[in-house]
Nanobody, 121 residues
Framework: QVQLVESGGGLVQPGGSLRLSCATS????????MGWYRQAPGKERELVSA???????NYADSVKGRFTISRDNAKNTLYLQMNSLKPEDTAVYYC???????????????WGQGTQVTVSS
C-alpha cells in the first residue's frame, strides 16, 4: 500500500508565497512521474505541474514563471514552491505519483487527500 500526504497549504495574501510538500510512503519500488493538480470550486481538476524521475518538468501556462516543482528522490518527497500567488490560484491542490509497487507489478497511479490553498486579502 502506498500513501501520499500533502502539507503546506493555507491562507495567503495576493503576491505571497507558499510551499507545498507531498510525502510518499509505503511499499514502493520506484516512483516515476509525479505531479501537482488543483481543483477550484465548480471546475475540473487540472494539471499544475509535473516532474519525471530524471527531473524534467512541465507547467501549466497559468503558473509558468511563478511556480517551481521539485522532488527529493531519496526522501520520496515532492514539492511545489508557489510565488506571486493570485486569487485565481485558490483551489485544493492534489499530489499525484506513478508508483511501481513492491512486490513488483504494474505502475499504479496514487493520489493524496489534497491541501487547500486560499489566496485572498
Amino acid at each position: 500500500q502506498v500513501q501520499l500526504v500533502e502539507s503546506g497549504g493555507g491562507l495567503v495574501q495576493p503576491g505571497g508565497s507558499l510551499r507545498l510538500s507531498c510525502a510518499t510512503s509505503g511499499r514502493i519500488f520506484v516512483i516515476n512521474a509525479m505531479g501537482w493538480y488543483r481543483q477550484a470550486p465548480g471546475k475540473e481538476r487540472e494539471l499544475v505541474s509535473a516532474i519525471t524521475s530524471s527531473g524534467s518538468t512541465n507547467y501549466a501556462d497559468s503558473v509558468k514563471g511563478r511556480f517551481t516543482i521539485s522532488r527529493d528522490n531519496a526522501k520520496n518527497t515532492l514539492y511545489l514552491q508557489m510565488n506571486s500567488l493570485k486569487p485565481e490560484d485558490t483551489a485544493v491542490y492534489y499530489c499525484n505519483a506513478q508508483v511501481v509497487p513492491v512486490p513488483l507489478g504494474a505502475t499504479k497511479n496514487y493520489w493524496g487527500q489534497g491541501t487547500q490553498v486560499t489566496v485572498s486579502s
